[in-house]
């Protein structure tokens, strides 16, 4: 697993993984959550029912849910319109910016948010820049933007072996 700039917190198989419990224990109010591939698969760009029952579950339980997303196409406002969340599109990632833009609509400090998305030259090293805690996921789908697909030969050159863990209970286990 890279270090430093590019190393997420964690590594997990699907946002499904993570759970109000967890993200308590770690003081977590917050997630900035990218869109394409981490909630919706570039294949179908559908929100899952499983997605959407994560998504109702942590807000009525009090978090913070907002999207932030490279992305300015129609998919993006369906998305945010069809979870109920507020959206920060074209968001220009690595750069920090409008993670702080997020932030401040809500009226959070970084150090209760956590960003969750697919991709570790967007996401985790924009995480990192934005001085806030990442998780990475595994894509969706295999789909994705040519220039996303040569990321990810480099992506796979940092992960080597490391497989993503998965939430137990309260406890996050390494499966590898």
């Known amino acids: 697993m890279p270090t430093g700039w590019l190393a997420p917190d964690r590594y997990l198989t699907s946002v499904l993984k993570i759970e109000a419990d967890w993200l308590q224990a770690q003081g977590i109010t917050t997630l900035l959550l990218d869109i394409d591939n981490t909630l919706v698969s570039r294949d179908t760009q559908l929100v899952s029912g499983a997605i959407r029952d994560w998504a109702r579950q942590l807000t009525e339980q009090g978090f913070n849910l907002f999207l932030v997303t490279n992305n300015w196409h129609r998919v993006v406002f369906d998305t945010a319109a069809e979870l109920g969340l507020p959206i920060v599109y074209k968001s220009m ?15 959070v400090r970084r150090q209760q948010a956590m960003v969750v998305g697919d991709q570790m030259m967007t996401d985790v090293l924009g995480a990192r ?3 806030i805690k990442v998780i990475m996921v595994q894509p969706l789908a295999k789909t994705d933007l040519v220039h996303t697909k040569l990321l990810r030969n480099v992506e796979k050159i940092l992960l080597a072996d490391r497989q993503p863990e998965d939430l137990v209970g309260n406890e996050v286990k390494d499966e590898h």
Request: no cysteine; glycine share 12%.
């Open 93 to 107: 990632k690595p750069l920090p910016f409008n993670f702080y833009k997020a932030l401040r609509r809500l009226g």
């Open 129 to 131: 820049l934005a001085g």
